[in-house]
């Protein structure tokens, strides 16, 4: 029996890699790896130096596939996305066949954390009920994007006896959600908290978090929305793209 872990790495400092996550890269035979292209060179590099860091002098390998484009012009997001899926898992099946062999261990490494607004898990099953491959599933929590941005703001996420809402940009367009003051909102190419300047509410972003090229922004959130807009625009002209998360904090009268 194969077995593939799923390692969260955290948001992007190897500092993020826990020890439990120590522990299972040292038992990999063959990483996986999907590239992006040369555009997100840096997230292959970040792969290599947190290997350097935490796997040891032991003889692994690195496997790459390579990532497919998705529609993102369609106005059917869910069936894109699925689609998208679909393929990668195509991609991810083709390699774990011809690239590992049984009883050994193989793994992809995820940015962030495995449970949080990311698809490996859901490729693993597809191929899973496939049937045409038999492999066991560890899953390594990781530090989140959305941890380490209130880490490095210095701010909890809920208020007193208060939900929170992990969200979209997408969602977020639509509307502030109902009866919740506190949103984490990821996965927002269109800045959409410019539709909301009018709350009486604090916004704290950030981009890049984890590695050298962070960007830290809060206040108000009518006052550096402005701000956040130029500063994001700058930087994914810079490094042609761009991860970041946010908090909204609506506060009570």
Not at 24 to 30: G, W, Y
Not at 54 to 71: C, I, L, M, N
Not at 133 to 151: K, Q, R, W, Y
Not at 208 to 216: A, V, W
Request: aromatic share 8%; charged share 30%; with cysteine.
């Amino acid at each position: 029996m194969m077995e593939m872990k799923v390692i969260g790495v955290g948001a992007g400092d190897p500092d993020h890699v826990t020890i439990q996550a120590v522990k299972a890269l040292n038992q990999v035979d063959v990483f996986f790896v999907l590239d992006k292209g040369e555009v997100k060179q840096q997230l292959v590099d970040l792969r290599a130096e947190i290997l350097r860091t935490h796997a040891g002098e032991r003889e692994y390998r690195v496997v790459f596939g390579q990532d497919p484009e998705r529609d993102r012009g369609s106005d059917a997001y869910v069936e894109s996305v699925d689609d998208w899926r679909r393929r990668r898992a195509d991609v991810c099946a083709e390699l774990i066949a011809t690239e590992l062999k049984d009883g050994q261990v193989g793994a992809f490494l995820v940015w962030g954390d495995p449970s949080l607004y990311d698809s490996t898990l859901a490729i693993l099953d597809d191929i899973l009920e496939r049937g045409q491959l038999s492999f066991e599933i560890d899953v390594i929590p990781g530090i989140s994007s959305v941890s380490a941005l209130a880490a490095r703001h210095r701010v909890g996420l809920n208020q007193v006896g208060r939900p929170i809402q992990i969200t979209t940009g997408r969602q977020l367009a639509k509307s502030w959600p109902a009866d919740v003051d506190d949103v984490v909102v990821m996965l927002d190419a269109q800045t959409a908290f410019t539709e909301h300047t009018d709350q009486d509410a604090d916004i704290f972003w950030g981009a890049y978090l984890g590695t050298p090229d962070e960007i830290l922004v809060a206040g108000p959130l009518a006052e550096v929305a402005g701000e956040i807009i130029e500063k994001r625009a700058e930087a994914r002209r810079r490094k042609g793209w761009i991860m970041d998360t946010y908090l909204l904090r609506r506060y009570r009268k």
